[in-house]
């Protein structure tokens, strides 16, 4: 299992934001994506999840591989927080959340619906999502949003867990985890603007 990236041109609303980044992720292995506010990384989390499509570019090694977690939680409010992990256990195809429970600290929320959770339990549930998921590559974006001290230790506890069981990540974060990672910088592939076309110039 390794992802690689080559040659990427990716864009938001229409309009680039970034090009020709590339990279490649290997078995036991995270890379951090730093850069701005407004740089471009949820937009490459999300093209490299399959959630939208790149201008250009390829990417290799992501089908059926990949874990996404968003900004959002993917919560279903109405059911307990282990009734939403069988939910997903079942659309990932897996078996059993007893471990996703503990990594995260849960057992004794389990019969408690999401809806009546606090937003950093709620975001403990969402991240032990990922456990139940069987996937390799987890691709997470902001993670620790709404993570009190002790809850982000959980979730970097989580990680290298993940990474010493043969997993990768590729995570967009603004504080340090204690993992052993690379990082890469979106800064230096921001994308040029485009010289006007002549449809442009008709109207200026």
Same mark, same amino acid.
């Given at each position: 299992?390794? +992802?690689?990236? &080559?040659? /990427?041109?990716?864009?938001?609303?229409?309009?680039?934001?970034?090009?020709? +980044?590339?990279?490649?992720?290997?078995?036991?292995?995270?890379?951090?994506?730093?850069?701005?506010?407004?740089?471009?990384?949820?937009?490459?989390?999300?093209?490299?999840?399959?959630?939208?499509? *790149?201008?250009?570019?390829? $990417?290799?090694?992501?089908?059926?591989?990949?874990?996404?977690?968003?900004?959002? @939680?993917?919560? %279903?409010?109405? #059911?307990?927080?282990?009734?939403?992990?069988?939910?997903?256990?079942?659309?990932?195809?897996?078996?059993? $959340? *007893?471990?996703?429970?503990?990594?995260?600290?849960?057992?004794? #929320?389990?019969?408690?619906?999401?809806?009546?959770?606090?937003?950093?339990? %709620?975001?403990?549930?969402?991240?032990?999502?990922?456990?139940?998921?069987?996937?390799?590559?987890?691709?997470?974006?902001?993670?620790?949003? &709404? #993570?009190?001290?002790?809850?982000?230790? +959980?979730?970097?506890?989580?990680?290298?867990?993940?990474?010493?069981?043969?997993?990768?990540?590729? $995570?967009?974060?603004? $504080?340090?985890?204690?993992?052993?990672?690379?990082? /890469?910088?979106?800064?230096?592939? %921001?994308?040029?603007?485009?010289?006007?076309?002549?449809? @442009?110039?008709?109207? #200026?």
């Amino acid at each position: 299992m390794v +992802l690689t990236v &080559s040659d /990427l041109r990716i864009a938001r609303g229409g309009i680039p934001v970034l090009e020709g +980044l590339g990279f490649s992720l290997v078995p036991g292995r995270a890379l951090i994506l730093r850069g701005p506010n407004g740089s471009g990384k949820t937009t490459l989390l999300r093209t490299i999840a399959g959630l939208q499509p *790149a201008l250009s570019g390829e $990417i290799n090694g992501a089908e059926d591989q990949i874990a996404y977690a968003g900004h959002s @939680d993917g919560l %279903k409010q109405a #059911l307990t927080v282990a009734e939403n992990l069988r939910f997903w256990a079942d659309v990932f195809g897996t078996t059993g $959340i *007893a471990p996703a429970l503990a990594a995260f600290d849960l057992n004794s #929320l389990e019969n408690r619906p999401a809806g009546a959770l606090s937003a950093g339990q %709620k975001r403990r549930l969402g991240l032990a999502r990922m456990l139940v998921t069987g996937r390799p590559i987890w691709v997470m974006d902001e993670p620790t949003v &709404s #993570l009190d001290q002790a809850s982000v230790a +959980l979730f970097a506890a989580a990680v290298k867990a993940h990474l010493q069981g043969g997993g990768a990540a590729l $995570i967009a974060t603004h $504080i340090d985890l204690g993992l052993e990672a690379e990082v /890469l910088d979106v800064g230096p592939y %921001k994308a040029k603007l485009s010289a006007l076309d002549d449809f @442009d110039g008709d109207f #200026l």
